[in-house]
């Protein structure tokens, strides 16, 4: 399975910015597609995931309501709509697939395959 991440940018503080993830390969019937980010100096963070075959996405307590998780199944894409981006938001953004499919874990072990990154950088 490969993943293709793009759409990051940069970003006024309040803006938006909208990234994708394109699964491509050998996709399993059912997986989870999990959003993770990593700040310069900090430890990679769940950011949200969500069911490839349906169902409510989860986030982070961080996210506050300001991010929202789509997908399409169809197209094996997952979408992570940013808005009112804070500059404590910059960070690589990664997009990881967990096979399982059982249950959206936080932990970023739990996810088998992972895309490149985009970096998202909000000015304030």
């Known amino acids: 399975v490969q993943l293709q991440a793009s759409g990051g940018g940069l970003a006024q503080a309040g803006g938006s910015l909208r990234l994708s993830c394109a699964a491509s390969?050998?996709?399993?019937?059912?997986?989870?597609m999990g959003w993770f980010r990593q700040a310069p100096g900090k430890q990679r963070e769940f950011v949200g995931g969500i069911k490839m075959t349906g169902g409510n996405p989860v986030y982070a307590e961080f996210v506050e309501g300001r991010f929202t998780i789509s997908r399409d199944y169809a197209k094996n894409t997952a979408t992570l709509q940013m808005n009112s981006l804070k500059p404590e938001d910059t960070a690589v953004y990664y997009c990881?697939?967990?096979?399982?499919?059982?249950?959206?874990?936080?932990?970023?072990?739990?996810?088998?395959?992972w895309g490149q990154g985009t970096l998202v950088t909000v000015s304030s």
């Open positions: 390969g050998r996709t399993p019937s059912w997986y989870i």
């Open positions: 990881a697939a967990d096979q399982s499919g059982r249950y959206i874990f936080s932990r970023a072990s739990a996810y088998e395959y």
